[in-house]
């Protein structure tokens, strides 16, 4: 996220809709920042879910958020249709570095870009890391770019 250029929808592969909801809208008229990472942090959940079987429930490994932040390029709002677009930058033995950003529907440039950080560790011993799942694993590889 150095560049001061827009990310463009042809950056990413993996992309899931999302409706804004009327809610989403603060008292400015524009969607709250928080709403945002939500939006993210829902995407990324369901990749890892869909796309990598991760067991959220009852798996022994699970992803932690030690950083994030967020660019935004444009104001969103209801009632916006947005595609959020994912890869990865990094894929580590215990860690993944997620890019994502999220495009208006019809527009080519993002109006908000993502950096998102997940550190796999082990369910009953949180503090300490494990492995990310093979089945997880091989699904970020599928949008890993440039490592």
Same mark, same amino acid.
């Given at each position: 996220?150095?560049?001061?250029? *827009?990310?463009?929808? !042809?950056?990413?592969?993996?992309? %899931?809709?999302?409706?804004?909801?009327? +809610?989403? +809208?603060?008292?400015?008229?524009? &969607?709250? +920042?928080? #709403?945002?990472?939500? &939006?993210?942090?829902?995407?990324? +959940?369901?990749?890892?879910?869909?796309? !990598? !079987?991760?067991?959220? #429930?009852?798996? @022994?490994?699970?992803? $932690?958020?030690?950083?994030?932040?967020?660019?935004?390029?444009? *104001?969103?709002?209801? *009632?916006?249709?947005?595609?959020?677009?994912?890869?990865?930058?990094?894929?580590?033995? @215990?860690?993944?570095?997620?890019?994502? /950003? &999220?495009?208006?529907? !019809?527009?080519?440039?993002? /109006? /908000?870009?993502?950096?998102?950080? %997940?550190?796999?560790?082990?369910?009953?011993?949180?503090?300490?890391?494990?492995? $990310?799942?093979? @089945?997880?694993?091989?699904?970020? /590889?599928?949008?890993?770019?440039?490592?």
């Amino acid at each position: 996220m150095t560049s001061d250029c *827009p990310r463009r929808r !042809g950056d990413y592969t993996y992309f %899931h809709t999302i409706e804004t909801r009327w +809610n989403d +809208n603060d008292v400015y008229g524009h &969607m709250n +920042n928080v #709403v945002y990472y939500e &939006m993210f942090d829902s995407v990324i +959940n369901r990749y890892l879910i869909g796309e !990598g !079987g991760l067991d959220i #429930v009852n798996g @022994s490994a699970l992803g $932690i958020i030690p950083e994030t932040r967020c660019r935004y390029r444009k *104001p969103l709002h209801f *009632p916006d249709v947005l595609d959020v677009g994912l890869r990865v930058t990094r894929l580590g033995r @215990s860690s993944v570095v997620y890019d994502a /950003a &999220m495009f208006r529907q !019809g527009d080519d440039d993002a /109006a /908000a870009e993502c950096h998102f950080v %997940h550190v796999f560790v082990d369910r009953a011993d949180q503090g300490r890391t494990v492995p $990310i799942p093979n @089945s997880v694993r091989a699904a970020l /590889a599928l949008i890993l770019v440039g490592d």
